[in-house]
């Protein structure tokens, strides 16, 4: 089993829609998790992070986590095509004291006209 | 620019070359971390470093990688002996603090190493 654990994709969502990007990971003890998007080439980019159960919102974008569920969600409301690029998610373990992040594979949205 | 600074952005080494990676985190960072991303992949940890100390290498190959973060300088992973296998992106990412949950990691460019 996979630490962190994200669909592939591609995600394919029309424009103006929402879009809804989930992740699961493995350690119970994991305290801190977020949301990184990256284009193709590029580095990635802090969108959100959340660290309490429930909801966390951004502008378009609203975090949600369980940790009762050892799930995390990222949505986008009125997607653009902009938005077209890797959704990365991380999970901080905490071990140590340190934020060191594991990373999920990524979900490739796709964001059409 | 006061953001994470890597450099060079791409790079090309032979076999057997060896390959330095430098990065210089953000204004006001202390920590740094570098991950390796292959293609259709995610970032894999390699290494966290603050000044002069390794944290935490258990992310790195046990032969042929190292890394360093000195007192003045820029931190540095290094590569000896380089193969096809090491051609991948190489970022590194640097936090205010290295401990709590207030400190999101930001990323440099990354460098894209290839290996011919």
């Known amino acids: 089993q996979k630490e962190v654990e994200q669909n592939s994709g591609p995600l394919s969502v029309p424009e103006g829609a929402i879009a809804s990007l989930n992740c699961t990971y493995s350690?119970?003890?994991?305290?801190?998790f977020f949301w990184y998007r990256q284009y193709s080439g590029k580095s990635p980019e802090l969108i959100m992070f959340?660290?309490?159960?429930g909801d966390k919102e951004d502008g378009r974008f609203t975090a949600q986590l369980n940790k009762a569920s050892q799930y995390v969600s990222l949505l986008i409301r009125d997607s653009q095509p902009s938005d077209s690029a890797t959704y990365l998610c991380?999970?901080?373990?905490?071990?140590?004291?340190?934020?060191?992040?594991?990373f999920g594979a990524g979900t490739r949205l796709a964001v059409h006209p | 620019n006061a953001g994470v600074m890597q450099n060079p952005r791409h790079l090309v080494r032979r076999r057997g070359q060896e390959a330095r990676l430098r990065c210089s985190p953000m204004?006001?960072?202390?920590?740094v971390y570098w991950y390796r991303q292959l293609p259709e992949e995610g970032l894999k940890f390699m290494v966290y470093?603050?000044?002069?100390?390794?944290?935490?290498e258990s992310g790195m190959p046990k032969e042929r990688f190292s890394a360093e973060f000195p007192k003045e300088g820029p931190s540095i992973l290094r590569i000896q002996q380089v193969v096809r296998g090491d051609s991948a992106a190489y970022f590194c990412?640097?936090?205010?603090?290295?401990?709590?949950?207030?400190?999101?990691?930001?990323f440099g460019n990354g460098t894209r190493l290839t290996v011919t």
């Open positions: 204004k006001g960072h202390s920590h």
């Open positions: 959340i660290y309490s159960n």
């Open positions: 991380a999970v901080g373990r905490g071990a140590g004291g340190y934020n060191k992040l594991i």
């Open positions: 350690d119970r003890g994991s305290q801190s």
């Open positions: 990412a640097s936090s205010q603090t290295g401990t709590g949950n207030n400190s999101p990691l930001h």
């Open positions: 470093l603050q000044k002069e100390n390794i944290i935490d």
